[in-house]
């Protein structure tokens, strides 16, 4: 077995979900933009680019690697509600498609910055639709308290003073309500609310180019195997209706869908212990690896990997990671078979927001990954098992 912990990708699931994504794409005006902050591992950015999608960042150093990993620049959006000057310098110097604005000040920036270079960069606005995501708090992005988006205050006065913008050429509106979304009629009501959206945006700033939803389309974390690939047909079907009305291309930013499936974080349990009323399993990966759990309270599913002759018996487990917080904890009371020091466990659905959320907190040093094409054959039999 290799050296733990590392991330391992199943580039097999990979290549079968972009196509998934492709298939119920290719008939209509669709635009698929990966959201980069999802995962930025080098392979995965090229093989997404390969397939001819977009990309979304939300750093100047996404923009970069985009670029290098094979994204055209013309096909890069660039968001995020604190863009540095050097972050939209890069933005503008590599021409990228669109950069969507998130507030007034941003526009004006912007602008100023697109002046001295002599240059006019297409802009969307974000605005907030006040629409509940129905998702964890911490994820949710569209309802008018969070902070994301131009505020409807600041879509007035841009309107306003809009003749005076000189260097930028507002071409879309951008859209993004949250993530992890399970419930399709989030997405209808997303929809409604755009249809109403859309003639004020029209009346007052000028036609639509493009529409951007966002991304958001949850997956199955509990029982992983059942739903390798997202509910993709369901999710395109919805906006395919909702939006009908409206003769523009369709931009999509999805994130998690497209690559949490894939992966899993490999790692050993380092020892076992017993409270009176707890068995603790003690890994060698942690919050550092997986933030995840820690920082929404999110579930993984995890699975034992290495097969043993005879069938031990199942027990209750609290598994925890290394790092001195006592938030570090990947589940309670979570049923596996009996675990000894040495076991391997798998971490599931790890493809997304895991290695892209990892820290170096406690001094831990970044851990490698295991990029596959085969799912090797033990760990097959293991997982059906
Ligand atoms: C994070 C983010 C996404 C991707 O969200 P997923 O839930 O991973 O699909 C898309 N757009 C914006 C603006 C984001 O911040």
Redesign the pocket.
Known sequence: MENTPFYFYDLNVLDETLNTVLNNTKSDNFHIHY?V??NNNKKILETIADSGFGS?C?SGWEIEASIKAGFSPASIAF??VGKTDNEIAIALNNRIGMI?CESLEEILVINEMARAMNYIPKIAL?LNPNVNALTHEK?S?GLSENKFGLTVLEFAELVTIMPTLSHINIVGL?F?I????TEMSVFERLCERINEIVPQYENTIGTLEYLNV?????INYDDPDSEIIPAFEDYFDTFRWGLRKLNVPIHF?????IVAQCGSLHTKVLYVKKSENKNFAVLDAGMTELMRPALYGAKHKIEKLNREAVMFEELAYDIVGPICESSDSFGSDVILPELKRGDILSVRSCG??AESMSLRYNGRQEIGNNLKRQVSTTLRMVKTA
């Open positions: 959201a902050k999802a979304d939300v968001a995020g969507h974000r994820i992005t951008h993004h949250g993530s992890q979304i966002g991304g958001g389309l949850g930013e999805l994130g998690r869908s997304a927001y």
